[in-house]
């Protein structure tokens, strides 16, 4: 790298002497070729080595005239016209140019990337600017400009040469700055070698519509040397116009403070420019290179946005929990004398669990005008019962408008903080999951204020079951036959404090810790210890967590001594729930198998059973293991049981009449389609067309079985109908009667339960059918008092508009009704534990029933998990109102169908309630209501 700054340093001196060098040296050539004669010239020859501008004698450069051999030597206008007409000396036989007085240095190789170590360990610290993406056009082209005779040149050696290439490059490009401040700009032209040229003019150009002027331009004043080589100089103008000059070394730019951080470093190649306003608005800034010949990429532009603001944000609270906070920020103008109205502070809560602004119905965010006081103020509400730290995002924005042409802009951004002290109260609980028969064990509890204020009155009770005894306690500690009590009094802020008992039992232990204090503080916590002799121990496990119904399943079992003495008569019993079956007996409960001999100490009794689960849900088998002298040890072991996913049944039926107006007299076709649009072949499909008696049927579609002999119906048999196909049934209708809306009802019903239904209707005039429409109001049918659901306090969704037609007084009505039956699956459930319930529905009379509603309440404290119906899935959503849980509605049930449900809630605590499950249709308006009690354990 050491290298390559000499070479670059060598370029760029040598680049400067060029200048200087190439008018002297051709000023010398002139005078000769003046002169005239064919001698040969010798000058000084250039020091190669950069230690000197000529290298020592005898070192020379050899300069021979153009014209000192071939035959326009021989003419003197000839060598005139050799000086004027450079083609001509190209046109001479023996021409030899002149040697050049200096070379150009050769180019550095590629610089690394900036920070990059090099092979000698030194870092490059050298700028290499990356090239821009200037065309290919640009860069191999003719020059921009071209005048005169250059217009008509038809050779490219008749041109002048070309301008020099590459891109302009300036920093910032945008930026918001406050009025009366001083911007700085720094630019500089890239070449197409990627480095940044010097000694290159620019122009800096402030737009007329824009404020502030032009402060200062880069005053690298160029030495003897410089000027001798045409290097231009930087000067400003006018507040608008300057003109600047990349610098040829490198700059640093200072405040005129000690501070190094403030300081601007420039680059060889960069030169600068300063701008001030001292009015809002925004100012244009245009750098132009003059001598570039790539128009397109030799300017740049920077905007700066001129502000007048000043603001203070809130400072940081500390309120007692509960208190609203207020926030105020101040945004004036002018230096603080004049408020900023309209300009806006967001206010931003990242803490929303902790509280949210006033007025914005629970937002965490806030946009609030400055008003005329120049004050901006919100108010951050608690939520009830929390207490902590909630930092608030505060920014300052000025709006934008078209008057100055600016658009919104973030000026400034801060936080505010706001602090809510509250005393908390937290209670731990701990002590060994297993304790010995009448062994003493240690239990404890940890009672803490991680709040920041005083929490007073606290009181710690522990409840002794019976049985238990207290071996010992803290001294301050009062110990009562069912209880022990701690008198605490007040805990500081972030203290906390340990209390100990020692206790021993002969039975498994349940022991509630209950913390008080004062403002309705309050923790609680449980110890559970169970009490055994070990000497017998149970393992069992799944062979895998899932599976489907009717699958085995595989429960692995080891048995093992884990005393020190053998073990007599050991057995093994396993009872599975209600669903869970043995694979081989066929029953729910299996047992009596005992080992050959004693379970010696150490020795473990491997065995596999098999249950077969005839239901879906999570199924559980319970095995228990047995020793004589009471030993006994049980454990539960479930899988999660689903159902086969069956193809499901679905077909689509549309119905249509030729015509929907016709006379007395006349015929109309009526065509159905069915169309099977499940997975699965539909068997036996049932097809019925309904009609009103204004109609006589003439004819029927005779491809399948069908039957006219029912009065207003019209049947079909479809043997089968296979996936994705459709058949279509016509008949022939002859107006027997006028009616203002004839119906025709069109259903399709397969024997794997697919339903379909659709209907139509035509008009039936007296005579012939008028041109014009006529209105009639549709036949509704009579008003019937809506279902509802017994003591149920939620209101069930309203009843579809298209209502069934009234039973007419032929029809017989069974004494029976609507039967729901509900049974609990999972017993004693705890806490947490899904709670399965079977819910069949069955219409128990011999009538078509419809408009099935079904509907529970649900407890508090019970959330539901899922609702099943295999045999139909769409029956298996359900909808919620309040805390009503209603079923999706049945249509229609047939007379003597059932309708089975699977249920599972679960409980968040320990409670016994009452599931009431209600069910109404169209045929029982009362409702029918049956109860399930359950018990949820701890």
Known sequence: MYFTTIIDDLRDQQRVSARLLRGLSWSIVAIILACGGCTHLRLPAIDGTGSCLFAPLPTTTQLVSPCTNGPCCLNPCRCLGCIKNLGCCLSCPGFDFPNPAFEDPADPPPCAQPGAATGSGVVDNEPCVPGPDCSGECLVGPPAVLYGSELDAKHACTLPSRGKRGCILLSPQKIVAPVGGEVMFLSGICGTDGYLQVAEPLEWMLSRDSVGNIIAVDDNAPGLLHKLASVPVAKKQDGSYARGVTSTKEMLIT???????????????????????????????????????????????????????????????????????????????AEGSMPARGWKVRYENMNPELASFAGTDGSSVVEVNVDDSGNAPATLVPIPGTAGNAVVDVRVIRPGGTADNMPDLTLGRGQAFVTWSAPQLTLRTGGPEVASYNTPFDVFANIANPGDQDATGIEVRAAIPDGVKVISSDTFAKVFPNSVVWQIGTIPPQQQLDLGLKLSSGAPVSIDFEARGDGGLSANGNIRVDIFRPAL???????????????????????????????????????????????????????????????????????TVHFTPTDSGLRCVTFQANAAGGQQQSQSSCVTVINPAPP???????????????????????????????????????????????????????????????????TWTIPELPAGETAVLEAEFAAQQTSAASQFIFTAESAEGARGRNSTSIQIFPGNAPNTPLVVPPVLPPARTPPAIPGGPGT?????????????????????????????????????????????LTNDTDQLDSVVQIAFDLPNGVAIERLTQTQSPELGRFTRGGNTIYFEEIRSIKPRESIDYELVLRSNQPQNFTLVIEAVSRNVPAGIAVSQPTEVAP
């Open 537 to 607: 121990a149970l393992r069992v496990a799944a062979a895998q967590d899932r599976y489907e119904t009717g699958q085995k399943v595989a429960f692995e079992i080891e048995v093992e001594n884990t005393g020190d003495r053998p073990l007599r008569d050991v057995s093994l019993t396993a009872s599975g729930d209600q669903y869970m079956m043995h694979s081989e007996k066929g029953s729910r409960e299996v047992g009596n198998d005992k080992i050959d001999g004693p379970l010696q100490p150490g020795e473990i009794w491997r065995s």
């Open 648 to 714: 499901t049944p679905a077909l689509s039926v549309t119905v249509s009449a030729a015509r929907d107006r016709l006379s007395v007299g006349d015929n109309v076709f009526v065509r159905g389609r069915v169309e099977n649009t499940g997975s699965i072949p539909l068997k036996s499909v049932r097809v019925t067309m309904s009609y009103d008696a204004q109609l006589l049927p003439q004819q029927a579609t005779v491809d399948f079985p069908r039957n006219l002999d029912t009065p207003y119906l019209i």
């Open 796 to 840: 069930p969704p309203p009843l579809p508009q298209a209502q069934a037609p009234p039973p007419s007084p032929s029809d017989r009505i069974d004494p029976g009704t609507l039967r729901l039956d509900v049974l609990q699956r999972d017993i004693s459930p705890r806490v947490g534990d899904p709670i399965g319930y079977s819910i069949r």
């Open 255 to 333: 405040r005129g403070n000690t501070n190094p951080n403030d300081d601007v470093k420039l680059e060889k190649g960069q030169t600068w420019m300063t701008l001030s306003s001292s009015s809002e608005g925004t100012s244009h800034v245009t750098v132009l290179a003059p001598e570039s010949e790539c128009w397109d990429q030799r300017k740049a532009s920077a905007t700066i946005y001129w502000v007048d603001a000043r603001w203070v944000f809130p400072a940081p609270q500390r309120l007692t929990a509960g208190v609203a906070a207020e926030l105020l920020t101040r945004v004036t103008r």
